[in-house]
């Protein structure tokens, strides 16, 4: 084979190209080599694996052109033959690698039905999580060709949640597998093609404002372009269980419907610092179903306030009652919450706001155990159409925000210091009350 089509891979190009799992990921910060990666494995593959199907998929076809299909065209000739009418590379030993696009949700079922042994999706996270599933389901065919799908990735997008909980977290739900999935991530300093012939790309992502640089240089995927509470570090905001001092003041905060039950035990110390150290989260839970786990979660403890918004008073037509309501006779005496969504998340920023010099610290910490808050908040994006908004979608993900929110729109109490009673600086008076009242 030429010596251009087996250009040396750096080292974690290198690992992309020999994992051997279901789903392999690649990526992570910006300038990686993460497309020239994608090209080369799809071209090595077609080579050394005679009548392979594989499929290469971007978001838009004008990307795919641009990034791919171009730069193919020098790179497979000789090798392959582009026919622009199939949008597809047919090569000499019968392998074909065809190109797609996915802009909408309804897209993607063009593929319903199509058997490919490899999918690339290259800017993962720009597919939604349906989109995904979708396609993961045209990875099949009775032949001995490996079955894969090869992903590349960055922070950020519509698909952030589904490719951090997959590859980052390993938080893996029903039949998914831990074995079934490799993250290799990704820097720009592994390029160092890039950083040779361009060093003022890597000078502008070393420049950037810190929330970006994190997203695009290192690759943190805690932070992101369009995130909304860019204030968020696990680092600041997540803090190990501690017990919880009687006398501090707690609170119970929710977001309640079919879908989700997530609610918030929160305690407030002298200071007035809020601590969210336990947590609710169930679905498919009727009402009164969610009233005892609540009251179960409750420990018998004294709560300030059930905080709920304000949809949970509207009454129902087939019983003629509100949710509130219902959740009285059970035992919870709900405080409606104020509802104003710009204002509530604007306080939230507030309450996450890091502060100190040597010490980060902020006005709300989240105990570790607390997994399903910790997991959204950060996930959490603008609205396109209202800037000072949080996007509803996806919206599994705004349950758990949505329920903090609640809480620090009730403007909370802080707890009192215990008073100690030091019964020798008792005035004469009060002394002899005690006296007469304790029997000496």
């Known amino acids: 084979m030429p010596s251009k089509f087996i250009e040396p891979p750096n080292p974690r190009q290198k690992e992309f190209f020999f994992a051997k799992s279901r789903f392999v990921a690649y990526g992570g910060a910006r300038g990686g080599g993460k497309s020239w990666a994608v090209r080369k494995k799809a071209l090595l593959m077609g080579a050394n694996y005679p009548g392979i199907r594989m499929l290469l998929l971007r978001r838009t076809f004008p990307e795919l052109k641009e990034n791919h299909i171009l730069p193919l065209q020098g790179e497979l000739k000789g090798l392959a033959t582009y026919k622009e009418v199939d949008k597809a590379f047919s090569f000499a030993n019968g392998s074909r690698l065809k ?25 993962a996270t720009q597919f939604t999580e349906y989109q995904f599933n979708t396609l993961t389901a045209c990875i099949r065919g009775a032949n001995p060709f490996p079955k894969r799908m090869y992903l590349t990735c960055n922070p950020g997008g519509v698909g952030h949640e589904w490719v951090k909980r997959l590859f980052i977290d390993r938080d893996y739900r029903g039949s998914e597998k831990g074995e079934d999935y490799t993250f290799i991530p990704a820097r720009v300093y592994d ?68 879908d989700m039950l997530a609610g918030y035990f929160i305690a407030l110390d002298e200071g007035g ?87 980060r610290w902020a006005a709300l910490t989240v105990f570790r155990s607390c997994k399903n808050l910790i997991r959204c908040i950060p996930l959490l994006q603008f609205d396109e ?39 020798d600086d008792l005035p004469f008076d009060d002394q002899i009350n005690d006296f007469l009242q304790y029997g000496g």
């Open 385 to 423: 159409r209202k800037p000072n908004d949080v996007a509803n979608q996806p919206h599994e993900i705004t349950h758990a925000p949505d329920a903090i929110r609640y809480f620090v729109a009730g403007r909370p109490v802080p707890a009192q210091v215990p008073i100690v009673r030091d019964e």
């Open 99 to 123: 190109f797609g696009y996915c802009d909408s949700e309804r897209d993607v079922l063009q593929y319903q039905g199509q058997e490919y042994d490899v999918i690339f999706l290259d800017e």
């Open 191 to 258: 390029n160092q093609a890039l950083m040779g012939q361009d060093p003022g790309y890597v000078a502008m992502l070393e420049n950037l404002p810190e929330d970006l640089r994190r997203a695009w240089l290192e690759g943190d995927w805690n932070v992101f372009a369009g995130q909304f509470f860019t204030e968020w570090r696990e680092e600041t905001h997540v803090c190990e269980p501690f017990p919880i001092p009687g006398h501090w003041r707690r609170y119970f905060a929710m977001d309640y419907g079919l």
């Open 273 to 359: 610092r809020a601590w969210v150290y336990r947590e609710v989260y169930q679905p498919d839970l009727i009402i009164s179903e969610a009233a005892r786990a609540i009251l179960e979660a409750a420990e018998g403890e004294s709560v300030e306030s059930w905080l709920a918004p304000p949809d949970m008073w509207n009454r129902r037509q087939d019983t003629g009652k509100s949710v509130a309501e219902i959740f009285a006779e059970h035992g919870i005496s709900l405080t409606r919450a104020q509802n104003d969504r710009v204002t509530g998340w604007l306080d939230m920023k507030e309450w996450l706001k890091p502060r100190g010099e040597e010490t």
